[in-house]
């Protein structure tokens, strides 16, 4: 069995190759990207021991992202469900409506380090790519989105927004048309122009740098997260379950972080099941998929038996990815973690009776999911009990979605 390390941050637990547990992640690219790659890898490492640079994030994150987001109770949906005691940090309210924003400062801040004028990056349902070309906007950088031709679709007003702000999007056309294919056109173009661009992944996936860097700037939701803790209870709760859902995983990543060490407290990350009754999903950990190799790394990968990729399918746009961050692969053969998947349907209901019980939560139907498992749960537990939901997105976005799902006209 794969063994986590305590007292050594994760993202730091891999093999000289990049693999984590030796199997997991690594640098799987065409040679022309070893340089680029090698070239960001050392200026990360610096950067993370520069404390100029702390500075520099941590002024961006609190100035520009609005942090700390809010950590509390929430007192109605606790009584309603009579168990355990429910607490949600509102990452929602952080700029742009979720967690993307963290990781878009950072690259952007290394690019400007790199020297390099220019970024690129993926972005599926469309966040990704609106708030890289947000941060690109505010650092005066040139912002290129790779989006799947459907997504670009589907997803019209983000990608007005990224359009406003001065972003180049381009729709991809080559297989599913969505977020899989982006990140590879996103990777493709890396290759052509690392000599005067800087590339982000929008989540932890990738090759393993990417994967780090990413998981480093989502470590921010834990370590405010830890202080409000704290303050709220004075000490760390003896029976405490962390509930996110995981589409990369860089949420949950971040989520997290700060708590690993903590054997007594509870990870417990959230998949798209899909429709209820239908054979698709986005959830490669819980249905134990197969795994292969996706945009660089080695992960549980949801494929056919040839080893094509299978389509996805999920009502929430930012977890409908075939993939999982190799940190979430690694954390759950470690049995440090565990995972199970909400389906559609109730991650609908769970959107319901929050919003119902607690207007001012407003999840999307990414946390929805975590929220779904949080109310399978609690009614079963004790009141000693603390769960803790990170409710990564503001249902706005989803308006429209829900509204055609529950028969209301907006
Ligand atoms: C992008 C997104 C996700 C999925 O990505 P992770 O890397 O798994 O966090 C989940 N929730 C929201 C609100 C998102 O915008």
């Given amino acids: 069995m794969m063994k986590l390390e305590k007292g050594i941050p994760i993202i730091d637990q891999h093999d000289a190759n990049g693999y984590w547990g030796g199997k997991f992640g690594g640098n799987q690219i065409a040679e022309s990207l070893n340089y680029p790659i090698e070239e960001l890898t050392r200026e990360f490492e610096k950067l993370r021991n520069d404390a100029t640079f702390i500075a520099e994030r941590d002024y961006y994150f609190k100035n520009f992202v609005g ?194 060490d903590y054997d007594n407290i509870e990870l417990i990350g959230v998949e798209a099941g899909g429709p209820e009754g239908s054979s698709k999903h986005a959830a490669p950990l819980t249905n134990d998929s197969r795994i292969g190799v996706l945009h660089g790394a080695t992960q549980y990968v949801i494929q056919d038996d040839q080893g094509e990729i299978e389509e996805t399918e999920s009502i929430s746009a930012g977890l409908d990815y075939p993939g999982v961050s190799p940190l979430h692969c690694f954390l759950k053969e470690t049995g440090r973690a565990r995972y199970t998947s909400a389906s559609d349907e109730e991650a609908l209901e769970a959107f319901q009776l929050v919003s119902k019980n607690e207007g001012f939560v407003s999840p999307s139907l990414e946390p929805s999911h975590a929220f779904a498992e949080a109310i399978k749960i609690a009614p079963k537990l004790s009141k000693d009990t603390i769960i803790v939901v990170d409710s990564c997105g503001d249902s706005a976005k989803d308006s429209k979605i829900i509204a055609e799902r529950l028969g209301y006209k907006i």
């Fill in 67 to 260: 942090a700390p987001t809010p950590f509390i109770k929430l007192e109605n949906l606790t009584k309603h469900l009579g168990g355990a005691q429910i607490y949600c940090k509102l990452v929602s309210k952080a700029t742009g409506g979720a967690h993307k924003a963290y990781n878009a400062v950072v690259h952007s801040l290394i690019c400007k380090r790199l020297g390099k004028t220019y970024i690129g990056g993926d972005t599926g349902a469309g966040y990704a790519g609106k708030m890289l070309s947000m941060a690109a906007a505010k650092f005066n950088l040139k912002c290129k989105i790779f989006m799947g031709a459907k997504d670009v679709e589907r997803q019209s007003i983000n990608v007005f927004s990224m359009r406003s702000y001065g972003a180049e999007v381009v729709p991809v056309n080559s297989g599913s048309q969505t977020l899989v294919d982006a990140v590879s056109e996103c990777m493709r173009w890396w290759t052509s122009e690392n000599e005067e661009a800087h590339m982000c992944v929008g989540s932890t996936v990738g090759p393993t740098i990417f994967v780090k860097i990413c998981a480093w700037s989502t470590a921010q939701i834990s370590r405010e997260m830890k202080k409000q803790v704290m303050d709220e209870f004075g000490e760390v709760p003896k029976d405490m379950k962390l509930i996110n859902c995981v589409g990369g995983g860089s949420s949950a990543a971040g989520f997290w972080n700060e708590w690993i």
